[in-house]
């Protein structure tokens, strides 16, 4: 934000005649102001890449598409991450069904005999997504109650990670801090990835010349526990088990 001369010097009576609360509020102002430039310009950088064609939306109800992503959005959290239902349906995987569109759904029935979730439309059609074992959680096709394929449990064929180095295991070197590196000023780092408290992180792992240097978890997880990642290679943050091994 730049300010002219002028402007400088209206600010500075107004501070002198309303005191520290109008320099906070000022303060608050320019980092806002700021902070929406920001934005403005990483949406410009992003559109500039969209490609030059009309957008086609898919055939079909878009409600009932919604319903189906936000059956497998809500399957893989509670299946897959073990997350409450509620909390997932307030948290995650808003890429699809977002959060205006869910309060036009009904609430996701969660069947655990059959591990699968239920979400009905108002029109009262019912979208389906099954958790599968190694193929995750799918979306049935709309009207229908069987899958298209066989699933199968792939065995994996990685090593014990309790023997690998990270990261492609578990075991981390027992060794001090590189010489570079302030503890002091690297766990201040780690404690304010997880302030405020009500921003909810799961996971905050540091990186050094190829070493994980810290890391840190949320209540009731550690390194081995599964969490939703989206986009791993456009973030330099992930979590859990994903956090430790190969994401970052």
């Not at 399957?75 to 307030?90: Q, R």
């Not at 302030?182 to 997880?194: G, H, M, S, Y």
């Not at 081995?224 to 992930?238: E, I, M, P, T």
Request: charged letters at 20%; hydrophobic letters at 45%; proline letters at 9%.
């Amino acid at each position: 934000m730049i300010l002219l001369p002028a402007a400088r010097t209206s600010i500075r009576e107004a501070a002198v005649k309303t005191g520290p609360l109008a320099m906070v509020l000022l303060a608050f102002t320019t980092v806002s102001a700021a902070s929406q430039a920001q934005l403005d310009e990483l949406i410009a950088r992003a559109k500039s890449f969209e490609l030059d064609t009309p957008y086609v939306p898919p055939a079909g109800d878009p409600l009932a598409h919604h319903a189906a992503g936000y059956a497998k959005v809500i399957c893989s959290a509670v299946f897959m991450t073990g997350l409450a239902p509620n909390f997932a349906a307030e948290n995650v995987g808003f890429f699809t069904a977002p959060y205006e569109v869910r309060a036009k759904l009904g609430k996701p029935l969660i069947d655990r005999a059959n591990r699968a979730v239920h979400v009905t439309l108002p029109n009262g059609v019912t979208r389906t997504a099954k958790y599968l074992g190694s193929q995750g959680c799918v979306t049935l096709p709309l009207g229908e109650s069987t899958l298209h394929f066989t699933p199968v449990a792939v065995k994996s064929q990685l090593p014990d990670p309790t023997t690998e180095p990270w990261p492609m295991g578990d075991v981390l070197p027992n060794e001090p801090l590189p010489a570079e590196i302030d503890p002091t000023k690297l766990k201040a780092a780690v404690d304010a990835a997880f302030e405020p408290p009500e921003a909810s992180t799961a996971a905050f792992v540091v990186t050094w010349k190829g070493r994980l240097i810290a890391e840190r978890y949320g209540n009731g997880i550690d390194h081995a526990a599964r969490r939703l990642v989206y986009g791993q290679k456009r973030y330099s943050h992930a979590v859990g088990h994903s956090a430790r091994k190969r994401c970052v």
